[in-house]
């Protein structure tokens, strides 16, 4: 998912990953509390397959009318368990989806402040080797035991599906070698925002040094 287009000056652009479950959203929450400008790749995924898309057509020519809800959206439960078991599949929702987040993340980012510091939260960073678009990667991490909890417990999911999506993500070692900047989510939210406080100053110190004097 090619999601950043040419660097402009001043402007930082930052590569948000972390594996399911790793607590990335609330990071990128905070992140937006201190004045980050967010492109969410898995917000915009949804967009490009909304009702009426060529997008959704698009996937439906792909994975056959069974993929769509009874109100004619995306069920996107229904093809997650088809692709997520399957990488050929995945492979191909991809290079459906990819292009077009890539093509509305480079407009969103085009309309931001020349000197922003510029979130782009793309799950999979890694997996898409992606990392070279950005002037530097955070990874939000987490134990693996740690996701398996959060998304059984707070997302409901059977542990055979969270080991799954898990299992489909790049390796906790993959992500962390990616990394400019690891933030530590394994800690109470108070610590979080601590440390995400820390990681905005070195962001807008970043952006400062690559401005135009």
Known sequence: MSVAGPKLLGMLKVGLTGGIGAGKSEVSRLLVEHGGVL????????????????????????????????????????????VFADPEKLAVLNSVVHPLVGARSRELESSAAADAVVVHDVPLLAENGLAPLYDLVVVVDAAPETQLDRLTRLRGMTEEDARARMAAQATREKRLEIADIVIDNDVPLDVLRRRVAEVWAELVRRARESAPS
Do not use: M
């Open 39 to 82: 492109i969410d790749a898995d917000r915009i995924a949804r967009e490009v397959v909304a009702p009426g898309t060529p997008g959704l057509a698009a996937v439906v020519e792909a994975f056959g009318p069974d993929v769509l809800a009874a109100d004619g959206s995306l069920d996107r439960p229904r093809l997650g368990s088809i």
